[in-house]
């Protein structure tokens, strides 16, 4: 049963654009969320994370907004650059299921120049 | 190296037989977790170790599949009788600590397993 879902399993921006990468989860136990992006033959690579009792974490070109109402969060990348393109996952973890990171399907983004 | 190594990187058997994967965690990490990504999908969480021991070990699909991390520092995710659906890529994680501040995990590369 998915816990965390990505319901776009790709997307295509335009180089400059704005890349928003959405991500919803069921479990209201969760309290911590990730974002991990992945080249091929790569491992995924951490990203940008937030605490539930956050609603937004900057860090540089990346922004996670978490709204625990809806159960939902996403990632902007502003400006998207080329070597953007990769897997993004969306990630979240609960103290009752120990540290253990649940991860949603993916979506591959793709930024044409 | 200072990021997580996973040997060997592919790793060919046929159905039946026992395979075991190592993962050497970044240095002083105390948390090393094993997950597994089948095509298409996101990992998926098997076990985790909190220094020696076994801390949650719920996400083994059955007891074909074991870990041991005996020092504290390397671990090998060992399955037995393997089965074609065993085939997918097993990831080792890496964290410096359980404070729940900082959950960021490590990755290595990965081990592709494909059984025959």
């Known amino acids: 049963d998915q816990q965390v879902k990505q319901n776009s399993p790709s997307l295509s921006v335009q180089e400059g654009r704005i890349s928003i990468l959405n991500c919803d989860y069921t479990?209201?136990?969760?309290?911590?969320f990730l974002w991990y992006k992945k080249y091929p033959a790569e491992g995924p690579t951490f990203l940008i994370s937030?605490?539930?009792?956050?609603d937004k974490n900057e860090d540089g070109r990346f922004t996670v907004f978490l709204n625990k109402s809806a159960k939902h969060l996403s990632l902007h990348i502003v400006p998207s650059q080329p070597g953007d393109s990769a897997v993004y996952f969306c990630?979240?973890?609960?103290?009752?299921?120990?540290?253990?990171?649940?991860f949603g399907k993916g979506t591959s983004l793709l930024v044409t120049p | 190296g200072a990021g997580v190594s996973q040997t060997p990187s592919n790793k060919v058997t046929e159905k039946g037989k026992y395979v075991e994967l190592r993962c050497d965690p970044i240095?002083?990490?105390?948390?090393l977790y094993w997950y597994r990504q089948s095509l298409g999908q996101g990992p998926e969480f098997l076990i985790y170790?909190?220094?020696?021991?076994?801390?949650?070990d719920s996400g083994l699909p059955n007891d074909r599949f074991f870990a041991v991390r005996p020092e504290g520092s390397v671990s090998t995710l060992k399955i037995q009788r393997t089965e074609r659906g065993d085939s997918a890529v097993y990831l080792c994680?890496?964290?410096?600590?359980?404070?729940?501040?900082?959950?960021?995990?490590?990755f290595g590369p990965g081990t592709r397993l494909t059984v025959l």
């Open positions: 994680a890496s964290s410096p600590s359980l404070d729940r501040v900082i959950n960021e995990q490590f």
């Open positions: 240095s002083g990490h105390t948390a």
């Open positions: 990630a979240a973890s609960a103290v009752d299921s120990g540290y253990a990171l649940n």
């Open positions: 937030i605490s539930s009792i956050k």
């Open positions: 170790f909190q220094g020696t021991g076994a801390a949650d």
């Open positions: 479990n209201s136990m969760f309290d911590y």
